[in-house]
């Protein structure tokens, strides 16, 4: 069984930073790529950034230049440092990972999320 457990979420002033956390524990051969996604009431969910096992990254255009993506592949983890934050970063972060365990074919896993509020 696998399981994703974000945390760092919270409220943050505009033009603060925070970053985000997510590790991946259970039966576990390898994983494919970790990714951030998000989603604010009433819209769609989004993906905010990708990191695949190798470092390759990818980055939605109203992040870039502010937030960066990065992995532990010792510890199963991905982080999301978040800087310059706007208030329309506000929204349910959820940690998202494509994994292999004992099954040879790849699937998807998802955290359950993390609140982040950007407000004065």
């Known amino acids: 069984q696998v399981q994703l457990v974000e945390s760092g979420g919270g409220l943050v002033q505009p033009g603060g930073s925070l970053r985000l956390s997510c590790t991946a524990s259970?039966?576990?051969?390898?994983?494919?790529?970790m990714d951030w996604f998000r989603q604010a009431p009433g819209k769609e969910r989004d993906l905010v950034a990708g990191i695949t096992s190798s470092g390759s990254t990818n980055y939605a255009d109203s992040v870039k230049g502010r937030f960066t993506i990065s992995r532990d592949n010792a510890k199963n983890t991905v982080y999301l440092q978040m800087n310059s934050l706007k208030p329309e970063d506000t929204a349910v972060y959820s940690c998202?990972?494509?994994?292999?365990?004992?099954?040879?074919?790849?699937?998807?896993?998802w955290g359950r999320g993390t609140q982040l509020t950007v407000s004065s």
């Open positions: 259970g039966s576990i051969f390898t994983i494919i790529a």
């Open positions: 998202h990972a494509v994994i292999e365990t004992i099954a040879p074919i790849p699937s998807p896993y």
